[in-house]
């Protein structure tokens, strides 16, 4: 017999599942089906005709995903180059302005949140 505590474990862990997942049925759906309009529940034809141009057709999409790739490992580069450095400077030592550094290093995370809600904000 299943303990109490372990079955509202399954239980929420079986729903956060399929409110994550969920959404991603008509999306699938959608690129299965050949026509497929709002009023039907499901398409009446199913066709892969979407995924063989995507994958096989002349999308260009591995040449850009390959691209993509390859920035992302030359940014990712740079910034270890960059970075590394500059958090062993900050943390051994102390010298004036130090914390404009420190504001300019966590510009980048903390300015899109503050932007998002002052858009917010002026909206509502």
């Not at 474990?9 to 409110?19: D, E, N, Y």
């Not at 490992?73 to 960059?82: A, D, G, K, P, S």
């Amino acid at each position: 017999m299943m303990k109490p505590q372990m079955f509202i474990k399954i239980s929420l862990s079986l729903l956060v599942f399929l409110l994550m997942f969920l959404p991603f049925i008509p999306l699938v759906l959608s690129s299965l089906s050949f026509g497929w309009q709002w009023p039907e529940i499901l398409p009446d034809a199913i066709s892969l005709r979407a995924w063989d141009y995507v994958l096989f057709g002349s999308s260009g999409t591995w040449q850009a995903v390959g691209v993509s790739l390859l920035i992302a490992l030359i940014v990712t580069v740079i910034n270890i180059l960059l970075a590394v450095p500059a958090a062993n400077a900050l943390v051994r030592n102390s010298f004036r302005g130090k914390w404009i550094m420190e504001a300019i290093i966590f510009a980048p995370i903390i300015i899109p949140p503050f932007v998002a809600v002052m858009g917010i904000h002026l909206t509502f």
